[in-house]
């Protein structure tokens, strides 16, 4: 975990306004499961980051805000939770309550529900905090230690989402989950369309492959404002002595294939997140230039959408 000393570091060069206000999306995280720098790697992707705290990038979460109702709810319970906790109460002024109205998960990879454990009676020992997830999410959560505890406890509330059904959470924001095809051992997975009052987006963090999805993503990405996608792995050299194909996505190299001859105002819409500690896009300034030339975006963390 980053000291608060840290966190304070990443308020001030973020170069946010602290009196926010409307509904918008606060990016908290931009690394894939294993954070960045990666647990092991003393390669040069990773080297600097050691010595350097603050290139350290947390595990993708987003804040979901609305200002006017004074709530807030988080997507993705990562084990960079607390650092995240504080950030997020850091970047806003305190204002907003430090644990979020509700939580909503996307599936049962360390990075995306992990950070759970922080609620139970050996840490915060919350009381039913609202936990969103779908079925077999929900299942696994409830009859697999240590997670049912926190159910036990009533540390956590699980609510069951319904693939394709609204979840409105006040009169300015609703929330749809869908189904992704993914590497599901556990639960299911899915992404998130987020409705605001004037906003549309899209949060896949994880999915095999675009080909594989019974719906296009081009489809998709024109149907909303701005899209948060996977951007895992940029291409498949990226782990000599792994099979890649044992943890699928859409290279980055992929994705800008598909979008070739798309117009600029649809690229404009791309985020990419969910970086690999291997992916050049997480800390090499001359691939980041070249990706937002051709019209895409980096999703930072810190960023207000």
């Known amino acids: 975990m980053l000291s608060r000393l840290l966190l304070s570091l990443f308020v001030l060069s973020s170069g946010l306004c602290l009196a926010q206000s409307g509904t918008y999306i606060q990016i908290l995280g931009v690394a894939q499961d294993g954070g960045y720098p990666h647990i092991g790697c003393s390669k040069q992707c990773c080297n600097k980051a050691w010595g350097n705290d603050s290139l350290h990038k947390f595990i993708t979460s987003l804040a979901l805000v609305d200002s006017q109702s004074g709530k807030w709810w988080l997507l993705e319970a990562t084990p960079d939770i607390s650092a995240q906790l504080y950030y997020f109460q850091s970047i806003t002024n305190g204002r907003y309550s430090f644990l979020p109205n509700g939580i909503f998960l996307t599936h049962a990879h360390i990075g995306h529900y992990a950070g759970l454990m922080n609620l139970g009676r050996e840490a915060l020992n919350t009381h039913d905090v609202q936990v969103y997830a ?74 095999n492959k675009w080909n594989v999805w019974e719906r296009s993503i081009v489809d998709q990405i024109n149907n909303v404002d701005v899209a948060l996608i996977d951007g895992t792995f940029y291409r498949d050299n990226e782990l000599p002595g792994r099979n890649i194909n044992e943890v699928p996505h859409p290279f980055v190299s992929e994705t800008l294939q598909l979008f070739l001859n798309q117009p600029l105002t649809v690229k404009n819409k791309i985020h990419f997140i969910h970086f690999n500690h291997t992916n050049p896009l997480l800390w090499d300034n001359n691939k980041q230039t070249e990706i937002r030339r051709l019209g895409y975006h980096i999703a930072q963390q810190g960023q207000r959408l």
Do not use: C
Not at 171 to 177: D, F, G, R, Y
């Open 134 to 207: 779908m079925p077999r999410m929900k299942e696994f959560l409830t009859n697999n230690g240590p997670w049912s505890q926190l159910a036990q406890l009533h540390n956590i509330n699980i609510s069951a989402l319904r693939a394709d059904s609204e979840v409105v959470l006040t009169p300015k924001i609703s929330v749809i989950p869908f189904k992704v095809p993914h590497r599901d051992e556990y639960s299911e997975t899915v992404g998130y369309t987020i409705k605001t009052t004037d906003k549309k987006y899209l949060f896949i963090p994880d999915i």
